[in-house]
């Protein structure tokens, strides 16, 4: 009745490994009827529901091949490590303090892959949508220019109306001719030089300005740059990872060991073992 496939795995190893050390025997029995006596192995047990498989996350971490619901995975798991350390507290047996140490996780760890990783990033990351809002202005920047370019289209037309005397003059956007200033056809001839048609209608001429293209191509631009930064940054967590590596490779051996002595307590209070 392991919780986690790291426990599943490490049961399957101790059972093709019996122990030949007595005190390490004495030690794995001291640690089963503490968790059945104080009764802890049901409440750790749906702790450890909640945990995924830290040692293949980390394997894939260490390959820098870890995808972002690793990353997310990761960090949700390891925000349940300190609930695990609390009803350990008042444990006695030696193994279970130990296990209690062994389960602190590296505070830069945690406080990155919250700030960094999105509550639900995407599954891959050339679709973006992985890096959390906040977590890096230059991105954040390119996002709001892909989703919140229509205030500067309303700051812009206010500006030229006020510039032009064109009242009636309209800067908008579609997905065909992209960014463009409308005129109706009997202003068109009273157009700054500077505007620069792009299309004529039946009822008026649609412009483009330097400023306005400038605009334009770093809106288009936006999520190609968006997705290419997205893709910087990812890579540099897992680079602040690695050096981390053999410390959650410490908390997951932990996990695993507890996830296995809890199914022992498990086991021995279901069918009255003694």
């Known amino acids: 009745t392991t919780q986690t496939a790291m426990g599943a795995r490490l049961l399957r ?36 529901r909640q945990v995924a498989d830290i040692e ?8 820098k091949s870890a995808r972002p619901r690793d990353l997310s995975a990761l960090r949700d798991s390891l925000s349940q490590l300190p609930f695990l350390q609390n009803l350990l507290v008042d444990c006695k047996s030696i193994l279970l303090e130990t296990l209690g140490a062994n389960l602190q996780t590296p505070l830069q760890v945690t406080q990155l892959l919250m700030q960094a990783i999105k509550p639900e990033p995407a599954s891959v990351l050339r679709e973006g949508g992985v890096i959390a809002d906040g977590f890096d202005a230059e991105l954040d ?13 309303l700051q812009y037309e206010a500006a030229e109306k006020a510039r032009t005397g064109l009242q009636n003059l309209k800067v908008e956007f579609n997905s065909v001719h992209g960014f463009y200033i409308e005129i109706s056809r009997a202003q068109a001839d009273n157009a700054p030089t500077e505007y620069r048609r792009r ?8 412009f483009i ?12 631009s936006a999520n ?8 910087m940054l990812y890579e540099q967590i ?3 990872l690695i050096p981390f590596i053999t410390a959650l490779q410490t908390n997951s051996g932990a996990v695993a060991s507890l996830d296995v002595l809890c199914c022992f307590a498990e086991r021995a209070s279901a069918l009255n073992y003694r």
């Open 56 to 63: 293949r996350i980390l394997a894939r971490v260490a390959l």
């Open 199 to 206: 299309q004529t209608l039946k009822n008026a001429e649609r």
């Open 209 to 220: 300005t330097p400023e306005l293209k400038a605009f334009e191509d770093k809106v288009l």
């Open 141 to 153: 920047e390119l996002r709001g220019l892909q989703t919140n370019h229509g205030d500067f289209l």
């Open 238 to 240: 897992l680079e602040q």
């Open 224 to 231: 190609e740059r968006a997705l290419a930064r997205e893709k």
């Open 13 to 48: 190893h101790w059972l093709h490994h019996p122990l030949r050390d007595r005190s390490l025997v004495l030690k794995r029995h001291q640690a089963v009827a503490e968790l059945m006596q104080a009764k802890h192995h049901a409440a750790l047990h749906e702790l450890l």
